[in-house]
């Protein structure tokens, strides 16, 4: 069973959100979209377009105007997440004495990556209680809830859970164990998983979330991407001018019934080119 959790599963996973992922992603780039979706006004200069699809991602506009409530609770677990995330990669390979490095004394430090930790944690648990909840009370967000979507809160709610009970007392993980076990891991020379059992069904749990991931719903953050650069293309002229398709540059593999084959394959070329 050991040699399945530490020396097989973690890189099984891994390849598996690697390649999953990027699968996903390319077949999505892939599909043709044969009209444009460009969403009005949008602005017409890379830059401008670039700085619509960082706003809308870093502060979910769109989902603000909609509904004010369910925006706080999706953008502060999103907040909370990115700093666990962050977190986890500082606090370990730092032992938590990341703080010294900005002229924080190693107590304090010790400290204030506990406060941090815990307090996004629970935010994200809370966060995520909140969606659960919505989800079974409000009637007309649970006619249109599939199982799939409670599984994936339950699952995400589970590894937040196991991550906040090794601060509890006496079930703390021994932190330096745990660096040089993830140092095995990523230098490809794995050791035994250090026998903590919060630790242990956690670190289960990340690995079930990543084979989970590229099939899932939760693949959106990739797909916001792809989505939203439809969205901000340059937007079509009307009349469309001589020698021009009308179609989204996405739309590489659809022929114009009304261009000739040559003029399609150099919209084609052209397409591929940018």
Same mark, same amino acid.
């Given at each position: 069973?050991?040699?399945?959790?530490?020396?097989? $599963?973690?890189?099984? !996973?891994?390849?598996?959100? /690697?390649?999953? %992922?990027?699968? *996903?992603?390319?077949?999505? #780039?892939?599909?043709?979209?044969?009209?444009?979706?460009?969403?009005?006004?949008?602005?017409?200069?890379?830059?401008?377009?670039?700085?619509?699809?960082?706003?809308?991602?870093?502060?979910?506009?769109?989902?603000?105007?909609?509904?004010?409530?369910?925006?706080?609770?999706?953008?502060?677990?999103?907040?909370? $997440?990115?700093?666990? !995330?962050?977190?986890?990669? /500082?606090?370990? %390979?730092?032992? *938590?004495?990341?703080?010294? #490095?900005?002229?924080?004394?190693?107590?304090?430090?010790?400290?204030?990556?506990?406060?941090?930790?815990?307090?996004?944690?629970?935010?994200?648990?809370?966060?995520?209680?909140?969606?659960?909840?919505?989800?079974?009370?409000?009637?007309n967000v649970r006619r249109l809830s599939e199982p799939d979507n409670f599984f994936e809160l339950l699952l995400l709610l589970a590894v937040a859970l196991t991550g906040i009970l090794m601060y509890v007392p006496g079930f703390h993980a021994d932190l330096p164990a745990v660096k040089a076990f993830m140092a095995g891991i990523i230098s490809l020379q794995p050791i035994p998983i250090p026998h903590n059992t919060p630790f242990v069904i956690h670190f289960l749990l990340v690995n079930l979330f990543l084979l989970y991931f590229p099939f899932s719903r939760l693949l959106h953050s990739a797909g916001f991407f792809v989505n939203r650069v439809m969205l901000v293309e340059v937007p079509p002229i009307y009349p469309t001018p001589v020698g021009n398709t009308p179609r989204s540059a996405f739309a590489t593999k659809i022929l114009h019934p009304d261009i000739p084959v040559s003029k399609n394959r150099a919209v084609e070329r052209e397409a591929d080119r940018l």
């Open positions: 069973m050991e040699l399945f959790v530490c020396r097989i $599963l973690p890189y099984f !996973a891994f390849a598996t959100f /690697l390649i999953g %992922t990027t699968v *996903r992603v390319a077949g999505w #780039l892939r599909s043709p979209v044969p009209f444009h979706l460009t969403l009005f006004p949008v602005r017409k200069n890379r830059t401008g377009r670039a700085v619509s699809v960082a706003s809308e991602f870093l502060l979910c506009r769109s989902l603000f105007r909609e509904d004010k409530l369910l925006w706080l609770g999706v953008w502060l677990f999103h907040v909370a $997440l990115v700093m666990v !995330a962050a977190g986890h990669v /500082l606090g370990i %390979t730092f032992l *938590r004495d990341q703080f010294t #490095l900005v002229g924080v004394n190693a107590s304090a430090s010790k400290e204030l990556s506990l406060i941090l930790g815990g307090a996004t944690g629970s935010i994200i648990t809370v966060s995520l209680c909140a969606l659960l909840c919505r989800r079974i009370v409000n009637a």
